[in-house]
């Protein structure tokens, strides 16, 4: 039996272990895509980085999933990235394509766009807005994947961060004073102007960031901030992420 746990602006799904939740992502991703495809010829996707979906990219990419999957009506873009040389492993691109084998998938080189940080990362904020302007509609992506940090935050929106309060930008790069590092970002309004966001959460680490977002009326971390009335966040955890969530939040 799947739990479903609701909010004004987030749906929690716990599909079971690590191992079901990995298995209830691929199926619903193989159909996400299927449908999107049917119904406007393509997927326009943000990846996310971190072990997570690494772990899932490597599920998809074989089989059941990997001959079901439109592989080449594929677009792919990234929540956010690293200033790193996108060989590093700590690059979010190196993590999906290397390490998640993406790049051993049939997707045409024109339908992936890296974020570049390591050099000019404010110009390459601009530039990677006029990507996006430039190849989606509105709503903007079809999904957004991410993850949250037991901080609360996503992409690489950080609690206290000006990034996190920008309104009109998609896209922003800037120095992050906790981590010593600039990264780029997609921004709240970006994200929230795509078509579905989705969280991914894995492991007792996160259960009580997942607890504070589900049951805290007022919570004000960046992760809590995707989502609206009228086009919830969907929240896709396991059983210890979702170790903390009483049951009288259904």
């Given amino acids: 039996m799947v739990d479903i746990y609701t909010t004004e602006k987030q749906q929690f799904i716990v599909p079971g272990d690590a191992e079901k939740t990995i298995q209830y992502i691929c199926e619903s991703f193989v159909s996400y895509a299927k449908s999107a495809v049917e119904k406007q010829g393509k997927l326009t996707i943000a990846l996310s980085g971190g072990s997570t979906p690494k772990a899932l990219f490597q599920a998809i990419t074989k089989e059941p999933y990997a001959a079901e999957i439109p592989w080449e009506k594929l677009w792919i873009f990234w929540s956010d990235e690293r200033a790193k040389p996108l060989t590093d492993p700590e690059s979010n691109y190196h993590t999906a394509m290397a390490l998640g084998n993406l790049q051993n998938m049939p997707i045409p080189k024109t339908q992936i766009f890296p974020m570049k940080v390591e050099t000019l990362p404010e110009e390459h904020a ?20 991410l993850g949250v940090g037991e901080d609360g935050h996503t992409a690489s929106l950080f609690p206290g961060e000006s990034a996190v309060d920008e309104k009109h930008r998609l896209v922003v790069s800037y120095f992050v004073k906790a981590k010593n590092m600039w990264r780029m ?27 504070t977002i589900l049951e805290e009326k007022m919570c004000h971390l960046p992760a809590a901030k995707v989502g609206s009335s009228t086009k919830k966040a969907l929240w896709i955890v396991d059983n210890e992420a979702a170790m903390l969530l009483s049951k009288d939040g259904k």
């Fill in 126 to 145: 601009k530039n990677y807005q006029l990507c996006i302007e430039k190849h989606l509609g509105d709503p903007l992506f079809d999904l957004v994947m």
């Fill in 185 to 211: 970002t997609l921004t709240l309004p970006c994200i929230n102007r795509s078509q579905k966001a989705v969280f991914i959460a894995l492991g007792k680490y996160k259960a009580p960031i997942v607890h």
